[in-house]
């Protein structure tokens, strides 16, 4: 069972990126996508987060306007498209998967069930 997170790098500030979330091992038609980021020096937060079927999404408002959660089921996988980044969106990012949740800004503090690897994102000029 497994969570991989990929595409990040080093962008200028007003730049965008997609993330991706791969699953393997497990199906993620039943579970709540979660995205998650940590800076150095700060606390893990929660940033946006998508039910199964897609339908609803839940964003921080840190990032609310400038970054889309989606999924794709057949591919077991979920994005997370970022625009407009600014340097102090410089984190590790990281995808959660838990079965069941609702998708609402609780969800960042539940006890989840699967974590991904982070990737790193670096907003500099």
């Known amino acids: 069972v497994q969570l991989q997170a990929s595409g990040g790098g080093l962008v200028q500030p007003g730049g965008s990126l997609r993330l991706s979330c791969v699953a393997s091992?497990?199906?993620?038609?039943?579970?709540?996508i979660g995205w998650f980021r940590q800076a150095p020096g700060k606390a893990r937060e929660g940033i946006s987060c998508i039910i199964s079927s897609g339908r609803m999404t839940h964003y921080a408002d840190a990032v609310k306007g400038r970054f889309t959660i989606s999924r794709d089921n057949a591919k077991n996988t979920a994005y997370l498209q970022m625009s407009d980044l600014k340097p102090e969106d410089t984190a590790v990012y990281y995808c959660?998967?838990?079965?069941?949740?609702?998708?609402?800004?609780?969800?960042?503090?539940?006890?989840?069930?699967?974590w991904g690897n982070g990737t790193q994102v670096t907003v500099s000029s």
């Open positions: 091992g497990f199906t993620l038609d039943d579970y709540t």
């Open positions: 959660a998967a838990d079965r069941g949740s609702a998708c609402w800004a609780p969800f960042f503090n539940y006890d989840i069930d699967y």
